[in-house]
């Protein structure tokens, strides 16, 4: 891709990255990470669930990558987000760190307009920042299932400047058009592009500077009181597991055959990294409703304990039912595991 250049504005930048659960917000921030665009990006990711998987999923340089596992970026963690910015803006201030815009990405089940919100309220970070811009990311294959009886789908849509429309792999020419024609009737005013895993020039959606308060005001006359009403679906729940014993490849592939079949529809997102048995990389997984892959990812290293992270985020989760069956999942014979 082309190296860009962007101007630099007085205030810095910030991008809030939005989109449901599985989307495509860590592949289209690992590209903005990747490509040449002459900018230090500080990122802030924001999970759902007791383990951080995005964190790892990340790619690693020299970028500010802070993570906020607590809870929710529009609710409990609000107070996380003021402080982590104030933190960071200090460090800037004594050269301690360099940044030129700041990213921060969402959990999928985040209402962004909280976020948002964040930079108008405080009244440090609002002289230190700007929004550019609310980017949403939309999975097109998954979004009608999601649009329907889900708030913050639909608030993920009904808030953004860009609409990114991903996935379009996955879905027919005739079921894009019709999704286009559904999303742009919820958002008219916002940029829409389509896209496969986010591969979009990032010129169209870095220092746009397209958020505009008059506008978010028509979408939520509350949009600047200080109190956030937001609230999250209470059958969706997230569940995680560690394990320190190597697993056992077959028999993880057969309990994820089984959940798919079983258990696909309320499974709104489930990903992890894996050790297993025999196999020196991590086993990066990744899963949402009916569609899961596992590949191998980097190496263990020497010195790093290996271990089996796994999140699951969705409706109706039993949790000791899936611990069992992830236990159930430990290799028999651990000696085999050791490296070479
Ligand atoms: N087929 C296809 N898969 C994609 C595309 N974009 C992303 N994916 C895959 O979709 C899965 C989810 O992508 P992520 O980027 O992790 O999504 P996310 O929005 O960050 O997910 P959460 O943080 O869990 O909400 C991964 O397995 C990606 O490789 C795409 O355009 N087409």
Excluded at 240 to 252: G, H, N, Q
Excluded at 256 to 264: A, I, N, T
Aim: with cysteine; aromatic share 6%.
């Amino acid at each position: 891709m082309n190296a860009m250049t962007l101007s630099k504005p007085a205030k810095i930048p910030v991008t809030i990255l939005t989109g449901y659960l599985g989307a495509g917000k860590t592949t289209l921030l690992n590209r903005i990470l990747t490509e040449k665009h002459n900018q230090k990006v500080a990122v802030i990711v924001n999970e759902f669930g007791e383990v951080g998987i995005d964190n790892q999923l990340v790619v690693s340089g020299d970028e500010e990558i802070l993570e906020m596992n607590n809870g929710c970026i529009c609710c409990t963690v609000r107070g996380d987000l003021i402080r982590i910015l104030r933190t960071l803006t200090f460090s800037m201030e004594e050269g301690k760190v360099k940044f030129d815009r700041v990213l921060i990405e969402t959990t999928g089940l985040a209402d962004p307009a909280p976020v948002a919100q964040t930079f108008f309220m405080d009244e440090l970070l609002s002289q230190k920042f700007q929004v550019d811009s609310i980017i949403t990311v939309v999975d097109s294959k998954h979004v009608t299932r999601h649009l329907d009886g889900n708030d913050e789908a639909q608030e993920q849509i009904a808030f953004a400047d860009v609409l990114i429309l991903n996935k379009t792999d996955l879905v027919s020419e005739d079921e894009l058009n019709k999704l286009e024609k559904r999303i742009s009737k919820m958002n008219p005013a916002a940029k829409r592009i389509q896209a496969r895993n986010c591969e979009i020039n990032l010129n169209t959606i870095l220092g746009i500077n397209t958020f505009d308060v008059t506008r978010k005001l028509e979408i939520d006359p509350h949009f600047l009181e200080d109190h956030h009403d937001h609230e999250h679906d209470d059958r969706v729940s997230s569940v995680a597991f560690i394990e320190t014993k190597p697993l056992d490849l077959i028999k993880v592939e057969q309990w994820m055959s089984y959940l798919v079949r079983e258990k696909g529809e309320d499974l709104l997102r489930y990903k992890g990294i894996l050790s297993i048995r025999g196999i020196d990389e991590r086993i990066v997984f990744q899963g949402l409703h009916m569609l899961f892959s596992g590949h191998p990812g980097r190496k263990w290293k020497e010195n790093e304990s290996r271990l089996s992270e796994l999140v699951f985020i969705g409706k109706n989760l039993d949790k000791g039912e899936l611990e069992r069956q992830f236990k159930d999942c430990i290799a028999n014979d651990p000696v085999a595991t050791t490296t070479k």
